[in-house]
C-alpha cells in the first residue's frame, strides 16, 4: 500500500524573490492583528481621526476663500458680514503661509498626540508578538529553516510595524489632509498646506523609526510575551510619568522617556513656537485680544538643548536594533 | 556518480568549551540516509549547521552544491526541514501555517495554498487541517511539520526524529511515505532518528555520529556485510530437535527466552540454514537473518568512542 506515492507531485513554478517573501511576513502580521477587536478599536478611532482632519481643512477653506461657502452665506447677510469676509479674505491673500501653513500645523500637531498614543497602545498589542513570541514558540527555527535570512526576517517584522503606523496614524493623517483638499475651492490650500503636511510626516517617520527599533528591542529581549508586554508599557507609560513630572530631575534621566524626547522632538519638528509668535505679529489687525493669547501660548512651550534629546534617544535606537539582531536565532 | 547532496569539510561547533561537533567531513551521495548517535552525540547539531540554523566553528559545508556561508540562502532553498522539537507559528490554523511555509520558500500564494492541501492529504491530515495549530496532538503536529517540509518540492528533505510521538500505524503510514520519496521521486532524505529500526527499514546509507566525530558512514548493505552474520529461527514445532540438529553440526546455538535460537555464523546468507531443515526433516519455522543488526552496529561503532571518552 503507497497511498502517498500516488499523491504526490513535483512543482516546478517559479519562486519568488527575497522581498516577497519578507512581505509574506508583514502581511501575515498584520492579518493577525486585524483579528484582534482591540486592533479594530485603534483603527476606528486612527479614521476619527482622519475625518476630524478632513472636517478641519473643509471649515477652514470655506471660511478664507472668496468663493466659499462662508464667503456666500455672508453676502445675504449684509454690508459688515460681506465686509468682515473681505478682510478674512484679504488676510489670507496676504499671509497665505501663516494662515493655511499655521493653521494646518497645528491640526497635524494636535492629530500627532492622536496617532502616537494610538500607536503605542497598538505597540503594546503587537510587542509581545514580534520576536518573543517566535522565539518562545520555536517558530524561528521554522523561519529561518526557509531560505530566508535573519535580515529578511527582521525586514519582515519591522514591515508589520511600519504597517500598524500607517493604518493608525500616517494613512489617517494623509487620507484626513487628502479629503479635504478635494473639498477646497483653492489650489492655494493645496500649495501652503503642503509644507504643514511635509513637516508632519516628518515627525512621523521619526517616530516610526524610534518606536519600531524599540518595539523590536524589548520584544527581543523579553522571554515571556507577558514580560514584553510589561516592559513596553514601562518604557512608555512608566519613563513618561517620570519625565513628565519629575522636573526636578537631571535631564538625562527625562531624556531616558522615548515618548518625551518624541514629543521635544515634535516641538522642534513642527517649530510651533515660531508659527505661533508668526501669528501673533499679525493677527492685531482682527484682535489684539488673539494675539497676546498667541504669545503666551508660544511661552509656554518649553525650550531646551536638544543635543542630549537626540544623543540619548540614537543611543537607545541602536541599542535596541543591535540587541534585536543579535537575539535572532533559534533557541 | 551523482553530485553529492552534503559536502563538508572540517566542519566542527564548539558552544563555550564543549565541543558538540569536531572536524567532521563527509561527502553524501543522493538517496535516504540514515543520521544517527547517542543523545547529545551532535546528531541535531550537524543537521542544524548544514541549515545554518547554527553557525559552525569551523570547516565548510555544502548543501546540495552551495555553500552554506557564502549562499546562505539558496543552500536552503530546495531544502525541507522537519525539526524535533515543536515548532509552529502560533494562531495559525493548519492549512494556513502550511501555506504559509511555501510562500516563506517563494511560492505565490495560489499555488501554495493548493499545494499545502495536497501536502496535507499526502501526510494523512483530514478535517483537523481548518483547527488552530496550537490545539494539535503530538502526532498532528508531526504530520503538519513533515507537510511543510514538503510544500515547496525540496530536492532534499532534513527529518529530525519525524516518527516521535506518533500511533503505530501513523508511524508506519509516514515511514512508507518517506520511504518512497527516493525511490518514486528522487527526493532525498537525511532522516536522524534514534529508533534504529525505522532507519533500518527506510535507508540505504547510514552515519553514525559519536561524540561530535562520524564514526562510520557507509551503505547499508556494506555496513551489514561487514558485521557478523546472526540468524534467528522461531520454530513452529519441534525446538528440540532443531537444537539437537544444529548442535551435532557445530554451531554455537543461544536459547533466547522468546522461543527463538540465536546462531551466529560467518556465512552471508541463511541457505546452510535451509539444507539443514530439508536434509534433517525439520519442521518449518520463521528465520529472521540479522535481527537488530544496525543495534550491533551501532554499539561497534561507539566502542572505539567511548574508550577515548573514558581514556
Not at chain 2, 528533505?157 to 518512497?180: K, V
Amino acid at each position: 500500500m503507497k497511498p502517498q506515492a500516488i499523491d504526490y507531485e513535483r512543482w516546478n513554478g517559479t519562486r519568488r524573490g527575497v522581498a516577497y517573501r519578507s512581505w509574506i511576513i508583514t502581511q501575515a502580521g498584520l492579518r493577525q492583528l486585524l483579528r484582534y477587536k482591540f486592533f479594530r478599536v485603534l483603527m476606528f478611532l486612527g479614521w476619527v481621526g482622519a475625518f476630524a482632519i478632513a472636517a478641519f481643512g473643509f471649515i477652514l477653506s470655506q471660511t478664507l476663500a472668496e468663493g466659499g461657502l462662508l464667503a456666500e452665506l455672508a453676502a445675504k447677510g449684509g454690508p459688515r458680514a460681506e465686509a468682515l469676509m473681505q478682510a478674512v479674505s484679504a488676510i489670507l491673500l496676504i499671509y497665505p503661509d501663516l494662515l493655511i501653513t499655521g493653521a494646518f500645523k497645528a491640526i497635524f500637531w494636535l492629530h500627532s498626540n492622536l496617532g502616537m498614543l494610538l500607536g503605542l497602545a497598538a505597540m503594546a498589542l503587537r510587542v509581545p508578538q514580534l520576536v518573543t513570541r517566535d522565539r518562545s514558540s520555536q517558530a524561528l527555527t521554522i523561519y529561518l529553516s526557509h531560505p530566508i535570512t535573519a535580515r529578511d526576517y527582521l525586514i519582515g517584522q519591522l514591515g508589520i510595524i511600519v504597517g500598524v503606523l500607517l493604518l493608525l496614524w500616517t494613512g489617517p493623517l494623509v487620507g484626513g489632509w487628502l479629503f479635504a483638499m478635494a473639498l477646497a475651492p483653492d489650489t492655494l490650500f493645496i500649495t501652503y498646506s503642503l509644507t504643514a503636511l511635509g513637516v508632519a510626516l516628518t515627525f512621523n517617520g521619526i517616530a516610526l523609526v524610534v518606536i519600531g527599533a524599540l518595539a523590536f528591542g524589548v520584544s527581543a529581549v523579553a522571554k515571556t510575551a507577558a514580560r514584553a508586554r510589561m516592559a513596553w508599557i514601562g518604557l512608555w507609560i512608566v519613563m513618561g510619568a517620570i519625565a513628565g513630572h519629575g522636573r526636578a530631575l537631571p535631564e538625562w534621566i527625562r531624556n531616558l522617556s522615548f515618548v518625551s524626547d518624541l514629543h521635544l522632538i515634535r516641538d522642534e519638528v513642527f517649530a510651533m513656537k515660531d508659527t505661533l509668535m508668526d501669528a501673533a505679529g499679525v493677527v492685531p489687525i482682527l484682535s489684539a485680544q488673539l494675539a497676546d493669547n498667541l504669545n503666551n501660548a508660544a511661552d509656554q512651550i518649553e525650550v531646551v538643548d536638544m543635543t542630549g534629546v537626540y544623543v540619548t534617544l540614537s543611543i537607545m535606537v541602536v541599542t535596541a536594533l543591535v540587541l534585536a539582531r543579535g537575539r535572532i536565532k533559534p533557541e | 556518480m551523482a553530485d553529492p547532496i552534503i559536502q563538508t569539510s572540517g566542519l566542527g561547533k564548539t558552544y563555550g568549551s564543549m565541543r558538540a561537533l569536531h572536524d567532521v567531513s563527509v561527502s553524501i551521495p543522493p538517496g535516504t540516509v540514515g543520521l544517527f548517535g547517542a543523545i547529545g552525540a551532535g546528531t541535531s547539531t550537524s543537521l542544524k549547521c548544514l541549515l545554518n540554523l547554527e553557525i559552525p566553528t569551523t570547516g565548510t559545508a555544502q548543501v546540495l552544491g552551495h555553500n552554506i556561508r557564502s549562499s546562505d540562502r539558496e543552500s536552503r532553498e530546495r531544502v525541507g526541514y522537519g525539526p524535533e522539537q515543536d515548532c509552529h507559528i502560533p494562531g495559525m490554523v493548519g492549512c494556513e501555517y502550511v501555506t504559509y511555509c511555501g510562500q516563506l520558500s517563494g511560492m505565490p500564494f495560489r499555488q501554495a495554498r493548493q499545494r499545502a492541501h495536497e501536502m496535507l492529504d499526502l501526510v494523512g491530515m483530514g478535517q483537523e487541517r481548518y483547527r488552530s495549530i496550537d490545539t494539535y496532538s503530538t502526532g498532528m503536529k508531526q504530520r503538519a511539520k513533515l507537510a511543510q517540509a514538503l510544500v515547496h518540492d525540496p530536492s532534499l528533505l532534513i527529518l529530525d526524529e519525524p516518527t516521535n510521538g506518533l500511533d503505530a500505524s501513523g508511524r508506519e503510514y509516514i515511514l512508507r511515505l518517506i520511504g518512497s520519496l527516493w525511490q518514486d521521486f528522487g527526493i532525498s532524505v537525511i532522516i536522524s532518528s534514534h529508533l534504529l529500526q525505522d532507519v533500518e527499514r527506510i535507508c540505504d546509507r547510514v552515519l553514525i555520529i559519536a561524540g561530535g566525530r562520524v564514526v562510520e558512514h557507509d551503505s547499508m548493505a556494506n555496513l551489514k556485510a561487514r558485521r557478523a552474520q546472526v540468524v534467528e529461527i522461531a520454530p513452529l514445532a519441534g525446538r528440540e530437535r532443531y537444537l539437537e540438529v544444529l548442535g551435532a553440526a557445530g554451531y554455537q546455538v543461544e536459547s533466547l527466552s522468546n522461543g527463538r535460537l540465536r546462531i551466529a555464523t560467518d556465512q552471508a546468507s541463511s541457505q546452510w540454514l535451509l539444507e539443514l531443515m530439508r536434509d534433517h526433516d525439520l519442521p518449518p519455522a520463521h528465520l529472521v537473518s540479522s535481527p537488530d543488526a544496525l543495534q550491533g552496529l551501532f554499539l561497534q561503532a561507539l566502542e572505539p568512542a567511548d574508550k577515548g571518552a573514558q581514556s
